[in-house]
């Protein structure tokens, strides 16, 4: 399976929020860029980490648009 990102970020759904997958699993649903950040912090990227970065393509793919489409 080499090529595909471990992150999977969905398109917005009709009320705004983001399906967000780690390797498959469902890990919740965001509605803003922190939302994501928190849910990967949840799910062991950069634990402790303050900030992480969402713009890493070979980290996450988004899917309906990008970071900054929330609906």
């Given at each position: 399976?080499?090529?595909?990102?471990?992150?999977?970020?969905?398109?917005?759904s009709?009320t705004?929020g983001?399906?967000?997958?780690?390797h498959?699993?469902?890990?919740?649903?965001?509605h803003?860029?922190?939302?994501?950040?928190?849910?990967?912090?949840?799910?062991?990227?950069a634990?402790?980490?303050?900030?992480?970065?969402?713009?890493?393509?070979?980290?996450?793919?988004?899917?309906?648009?990008?970071?900054?489409?929330?609906?």
């Open positions: 399976m080499s090529g595909h990102r471990p992150v999977i970020v969905y398109p917005p009709s705004g983001r399906r967000v997958t780690v498959g699993r469902i890990v919740g649903l965001a803003g860029r922190g939302e994501v950040a928190s849910l990967l912090r949840q799910a062991g990227f634990p402790g980490a303050d900030d992480i970065d969402l713009d890493q393509p070979e980290l996450i793919e988004w899917r309906g648009g990008d970071l900054d489409t929330w609906g």
